[in-house]
């Protein structure tokens, strides 16, 4: 059974810092591309950044650019999300998603992904 349970949120100051941790299970974790997605209050679910099988390929959306990395680390099956300079806009429930793409592909569309983990809350204020 595929598992991926999100840690490492919380509330912060504008200008400040998290990472975001998401621990994989289940299956083969260098075969799968790992996304970050994010849903505000009242909006579409929109994608953060995106890891693809073995590190190859990193995404990121214009918003978070130059502000967030994502990291993977395939002896703890873990992906992370450093998330640097924080801003109001960037409150939101955070997903991780998880999806078998081994050719090296990923996406930041949510509908490329079968399986999300529960979220986690990161509040930002000004």
């Known amino acids: 059974e595929v598992q991926l349970v999100e840690s490492g949120g919380g509330l912060v100051q504008a200008g400040g810092s998290l990472r975001l941790s998401c621990a994989a299970s289940?299956?083969?974790?260098?075969?799968?591309?790992i996304g970050w997605f994010r849903q505000a209050p009242g909006k579409e679910r929109e994608g953060v950044s995106c890891i693809s099988s073995s590190a190859r390929t990193t995404y990121y959306a214009d918003s978070v650019k130059g502000r967030f990395t994502i990291s993977s680390d395939n002896a703890k099956n873990t992906v992370y999300l450093e998330m640097n300079s924080l801003k109001p806009e960037d409150t939101a429930r955070y997903y991780c998603?998880?999806?078998?793409?081994?050719?090296?592909?990923?996406?930041?569309?949510?509908?490329?992904?079968?399986?999300w983990g529960q979220g986690t809350q990161v509040t930002v204020s000004s």
């Open positions: 289940g299956f083969t974790f260098d075969e799968y591309a």
């Open positions: 998603t998880a999806d078998l793409w081994p050719d090296g592909s990923c996406f930041l569309y949510p509908s490329e992904y079968n399986y």
